[in-house]
T-cell receptor, first 114, second 113 residues
Framework: AQSVAQPEDQVNVAEGNPLTVKCTYSVSGNPYLFWYVQYPNRGLQFLLK??????LVKGSYGFEAEFNKSQTSFHLKKPSALVSDSALYFC????????????FGAGTRLFVKA | NAGVTQTPKFRILKIGQSMTLQCTQD?????MYWYRQDPGMGLKLIYY???????DKGEVPNGYNVSRSTTEDFPLRLELAAPSQTSVYFC????????????FGQGTRLTVV
């Protein structure tokens, strides 16, 4: 069965410091991995995805994520956090077998302090 | 492009009432989805559609129905509303499956009292 784990409910980081939001997954076949961000009272917005190829994926707003097949992880990173990065972040996975179904993690709230 | 548009944004229903949440997209996407978001639970898939005339159940379909008569529209119907259906509902669409990302509407906050 497919599953996604985001082990931290909240991540706190000071502005200017690097941030990491963790995600591990379980899926049949090869994974397609996604990160989405949700600002208050808004829908989810796509940040970046891994399909194949380079394990380091770059996305919107300076975010990047590293795919690690052996650890089945896809952690979201940013070298220097901004207060405006404070939001709810979701990791999602879809397997390349079994069609369309995407499984979302429970979300991690990122709080960046000025 | 408006993207994915949901109406209404907020609604309060009494137990036993019914309503339809509207969703329309202008990106000519074949795939459309309905999710519900509960605190600390992430998003759960209610129903999905891979094209006009084709719908199927997701993880939590009980108490809901959908239809897909056109590519653009994918309404979600709640029959006999229950307090357990209090949630935030998101409609989304994507170009296809595999590695394509989804585009989300702004959500409908529904309270059943």
């Amino acid at each position: 069965a497919q599953s996604v784990a985001q082990p931290e409910d909240q991540v706190n980081v000071a502005e200017g410091n690097p941030l990491t939001v963790k995600c591990t997954y379980s899926v049949s076949g090869n994974p397609y991995l996604f990160w989405y961000v949700q600002y208050p009272n808004r829908g989810l917005q796509f940040l970046l995805k891994y399909i194949t190829g380079d394990n380091l994926v770059k996305g919107s707003y300076g975010f990047e994520a590293e795919f690690n097949k052996s650890q089945t992880s896809f952690h979201l990173k940013k070298p220097s956090a901004l207060v405006s990065d404070s939001a709810l972040y979701f990791c999602a996975v879809r397997g390349d077998t079994g069609g369309f179904k995407t499984i979302f993690g429970a979300g991690t709230r990122l709080f960046v302090k000025a | 492009n408006a993207g994915v548009t949901q109406t209404p944004k907020f609604r309060i229903l009494k137990i036993g009432q019914s309503m339809t949440l509207q969703c329309t997209q202008d990106m000519n996407h074949n795939y459309m989805y309905w999710y519900r978001q509960d605190p600390g639970m992430g998003l759960k898939l209610i129903y999905y559609s891979v094209g006009a005339g084709i719908t199927d159940k997701g993880e939590v379909p009980n108490g809901y129905n959908v239809s897909r008569s056109t590519t653009e529209d994918f309404p979600l119907r709640l029959e006999l509303a229950a307090p357990s259906q209090t949630s935030v509902y998101f409609c989304a669409s994507s170009l296809g499956e595999g590695g394509t990302e989804a585009f989300f509407g702004q959500g409908t906050r529904l309270t059943v009292v």
